[in-house]
């Protein structure tokens, strides 16, 4: 935007953590999470901005610079990150024993989720809209985010096996949402299907990422097993598999990105104790080294 700077958007930035800092040390001992608290305050200082009329200054500007940002852009540079990471950091025993759970929950729960919303839109929302705009927002309300829940979970003592399920079924369910938006997307855009149509592009686009993930996964670990002490050169070699998978999912194949980092990431997961010998308590460090070099890499350019 005109009359703004870069170090506009980077004060924002600060403000922001601070912002972020404050709500969790205050609302610490309250089942409030604090990422609502952001979300209010973001609203807030949204409307003091616009309802003012530019009125705050510098920080009013980086308020501006972060709400013009192109959001296909903030998916690609964050989102292959946070998938990988996600299902990197969860715990392999636990996956393999909550499996059946967590596919029952994504993958029908979510079906029938996305039929039961779409129905609710059609009949109650005054748009007039058709059924497949109507389940098409369906299947953008279908996908669940966890990790509120989650922080209560761990906060009351509950089981790791219900958190696993809870945070596993909600990376699956997000890869079966968009597989759905994507088959009712391609209908509003005027394309028809008939039930053979529908089941072969739902198995391509859902078992054709599986099969990409498992491929990265597979061809990464081989070469990794090549590299003997470099921290460096692995936790680089996962971030570029992530990218790389994702956007050969979602251009090159037209399959499911989410669905394909996922599986990267599971894969990686299940068989990194295998075949690199490290203990859960690393993968934990490596997670944490891998997010730190994703942002060295970010920043260097």
């Known amino acids: 935007p005109g009359g703004s700077s870069p170090d506009d958007a980077v004060l924002f930035f600060g403000v922001s953590l601070v912002l972020g800092i404050g709500s969790r ?44 940002i192109n959001p296909d852009l903030l998916l690609a540079v964050f989102l292959p990150a946070l998938l990988f990471e ?60 966890p990790v509120a829940v989650v922080a209560l979970l761990k906060d009351l003592g509950a089981s790791k096996k219900l958190s696993t399920i809870i945070e596993g079924e909600s990376l699956m369910n997000d890869g079966t949402a968009i597989v759905v938006y994507q088959l009712f997307y391609r209908m509003v855009l005027g394309r028809t299907y008939d039930a053979g149509s529908i089941i072969k592009f739902l198995s391509e686009v859902s078992f054709g990422a599986i099969a990409l993930g498992l491929a990265f996964g597979i061809a990464s670990v081989l070469w990794r097993s090549f590299i003997f002490n470099d921290t460096i050169i692995g936790i680089s070699l996962t971030l570029a598999a992530s990218y790389i998978a994702f956007f050969t999912a979602q251009d090159a194949l037209e399959v499911s990105g989410v669905l394909a980092v996922m599986t990267l990431g599971c894969f990686m997961l299940l068989l990194h104790k295998l075949l690199l010998r490290v203990t859960t308590s690393k993968i934990y460090i490596i997670s944490g080294r891998w997010l730190l070099t994703l942002r060295t890499h970010l920043f260097s350019y």
């Open 25 to 68: 040390h205050l609302l610490r001992g309250t089942r409030v999470p604090y990422t609502a608290a952001l979300l209010v305050l973001g609203v807030a200082l949204g409307g003091l901005e616009y309802g003012t009329k530019h009125g705050l200054g510098k920080l009013g500007a980086g308020v501006r610079i972060w709400a013009a």
């Open 86 to 145: 996600s299902s990197f950091s969860m715990e392999g025993h636990q996956i393999k024993k909550c499996m059946a759970q967590m596919v029952l929950l994504a993958v029908p729960g979510v079906v029938i989720s996305t039929f039961l919303l779409g129905t609710a839109v059609k009949l109650t929302f005054p748009y007039d809209w058709n059924w497949e705009t109507s389940f098409l927002c369906s299947g953008l309300l279908s996908a669940t985010d």
